[in-house]
């Protein structure tokens, strides 16, 4: 069983920064991918970023704006969100590819409002 531990969501102004934390624990012993999607009301599920194949991945739509990191002691992956826009808007879930399948996090809302 792997757990997924998600923090960091909250209410944030235009142009403002956020955080987004998650961290895997349980029986994992190869973690293949780690990163984010996230979901806007009456929208599907998009891709964010992730560290993927070897390298690291970001969404078109957030380059230049959303960096990804991790700490591979603690098993979590680190999402920083710089310039948010309402348009980021979502709920920002944590997936994590491990040796024997996908686990989800229960997700983390992002609200960026004045």
């Known amino acids: 069983q792997v757990q997924l531990v998600e923090s960091g969501g909250g209410l944030v102004q235009p142009g403002g920064s956020l955080r987004l934390s998650c961290a895997a624990s349980g029986s994992i012993f190869t973690i293949y991918a780690m990163g984010w999607y996230r979901q806007a009301p009456g929208k599907q599920r998009e891709f964010v970023a992730a560290f993927t194949r070897g390298s690291t991945t970001i969404a078109d739509r957030v380059k230049g704006r959303f960096t990804i990191s991790r700490d591979n002691a603690k098993n979590t992956v680190y999402l920083q969100m710089n310039s948010l826009k309402p348009e980021d808007t979502a709920v920002y879930c944590c997936?994590?590819?491990?040796?024997?399948?996908?686990?989800w996090g229960q997700g983390t809302q992002v609200t960026v409002s004045s």
């Open positions: 997936s994590v590819n491990t040796d024997t399948q996908a686990y």
